[in-house]
């Protein structure tokens, strides 16, 4: 199924808030960005508390051919190393979508180089299942290893847009076991946060806050954790923290905010981890992957281990430079998807904005 065991991709991210470039080298079994940048918008939407898409778009251009010059430069790279362009095409904001798939297409024209499209959450899936066991804990080290590929492996995928248990049989080969039925686990933690009054996006806030807490003293539910299939629910949880910051002063708020959020994010990684726990009796896996922004929550780092050594299986996270979006994910995937002959001319490349991993794998081949 190889191309080659060399190749050079330019990666693009442009899904959400995070303009992501990145310059991806595979040589033999190792993949590693040879440059990679992530420009945030965070601060752009800190005064409107979340993303607006057209103002994302807006960011999105002003930022790509700057940072896109400065990533080739720092890599070193002209037009005629890269072997093909991987872009993100879905799942996300339409707007900010665009901007990277029409940047793709443009560049794919001009540089005569194939088109890689890849779904956004095929990036997180590899930025975790690529890394070695060892690099557990505080990999800063991006490179990766076509070799440490292993299947089956059970992927729990939480971010600000989506929390799903997926099965990985193989390489670009997905089966969705469960998904939230509401909120993502990383939604709920920004808007707990907003609650508290604390800066956008929360949930690095609440955890950092949660440090401080005593968890016990706030117990909040577990939506769903009995419900027999893999399915997530948080809107319940969300509830339940409001009404508790409801009936409090403000002075008082200030006192309990601590306890609150540990109590809260407690009740979060418990249901995340029961429902991997359940997932992972319920099938024959290998090894359980964590990835996306919410994966960079340490209690959860810490007892999803747990979890992997109850049951007796390997565990890989992505590393916390790549937990929240980044290019050099879309690079990992995009070379694997490349090796296997997903590639399209310019002609055929648009936006999907709403597609789930399951049926764009399909749909891919
Ligand atoms: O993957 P990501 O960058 O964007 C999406 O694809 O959605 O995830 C961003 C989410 C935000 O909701 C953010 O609050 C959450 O990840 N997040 C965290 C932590 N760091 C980022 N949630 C809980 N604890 C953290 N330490
Ligand atoms: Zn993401």
């Known amino acids: 199924m190889r191309k080659s065991d060399q190749c050079v991709l330019l990666a693009i991210e442009t899904s959400c808030d995070?303009?992501?470039?990145?310059?991806?080298?595979?040589?033999?079994?190792?993949?590693?960005?040879?440059?990679?940048?992530?420009?945030?918008?965070?601060?752009?939407?800190?005064?409107?508390?979340?993303?607006?898409?057209?103002?994302?778009?807006?960011?999105?251009v002003s930022v790509l051919r700057p940072l896109l010059e400065r990533v080739m430069r720092e890599a070193n790279m002209s037009r005629e190393h890269i072997n093909a362009i991987a872009v993100t095409v879905g799942p996300g904001l339409a707007p900010a979508l665009a901007i990277g798939v029409q940047a793709a297409r443009t560049l794919s024209y001009v540089w005569n180089v194939p088109i890689v499209p890849v779904h956004h959450i095929e990036g997180h899936v590899y930025s975790a299942l690529l890394m070695s066991d060892k690099d557990?804990?505080?990999?800063?080290?991006?490179?990766?290893?076509?070799?440490?590929?292993?299947f089956h492996a059970l992927a729990l995928i939480v971010s600000g847009?989506?929390?799903?248990?997926?099965?990985?049989?193989?390489?670009?080969?997905?089966?969705?076991?469960?998904?939230?039925?509401?909120?993502?686990?990383?939604?709920?933690?920004?808007?707990?946060?907003?609650?508290?009054?604390?800066?956008?996006?929360?949930?690095?806030?609440?955890?950092?806050?949660?440090?401080?807490?005593?968890?016990k003293k706030y117990k909040f539910p577990r939506p769903m954790i009995n419900s027999g299939d893999h399915d997530f629910s948080f809107s319940g949880l969300k509830t339940a923290v409001y009404y508790t910051i409801r009936e409090l002063s403000e002075k008082k708020l200030i006192e309990e905010a601590a306890h609150i959020c540990a109590g809260?994010?407690?009740?979060?990684?418990?249901?995340?981890?029961?429902?991997?726990?359940?997932?992972?009796?319920g099938g024959e896996f290998s090894?359980?992957?964590?990835?996306?922004?919410?994966?960079a929550n340490d209690l959860l780092?810490?007892?999803?281990?747990r979890v992997a050594q109850h049951n007796n299986i390997l565990l890989r996270i992505a590393p916390k430079a790549l937990c929240s979006d980044n290019a050099v994910m879309i690079g990992q995937a995009g070379i694997i998807a490349y090796e296997h002959g997903r590639t399209v001319s310019w002609r055929d490349v648009d936006i999907r904005a709403r597609v789930s991993i399951e049926e764009y794998a399909l749909q891919t081949g």
Do not use: W
């Open 264 to 281: 809260f994010q407690e009740a979060v990684v418990d249901s995340l981890c029961s429902k991997s726990s359940a997932a992972l009796r």
């Open 161 to 215: 847009g989506h929390t799903m248990l997926i099965e990985v049989s193989d390489h670009l080969r997905y089966r969705i076991l469960g998904s939230t039925r509401d909120d993502a686990a990383g939604e709920v933690f920004d808007k707990v946060g907003r609650m508290l009054g604390l800066p956008y996006p929360g949930g690095p806030h609440v955890s950092a806050l949660a440090q401080s807490g005593d968890a």
């Open 18 to 60: 995070e303009t992501g470039i990145a310059i991806m080298q595979r040589n033999g079994d190792e993949m590693r960005p040879l440059a990679h940048a992530v420009a945030s918008q965070i601060d752009i939407h800190k005064e409107t508390g979340g993303v607006v898409p057209n103002i994302a778009a807006r960011e999105h």
């Open 136 to 150: 557990l804990h505080d990999a800063h080290d991006l490179k990766a290893n076509i070799s440490n590929a292993l």
């Open 287 to 295: 090894v359980l992957l964590l990835a996306g922004g919410v994966a």
């Open 301 to 305: 780092r810490k007892k999803l281990q």
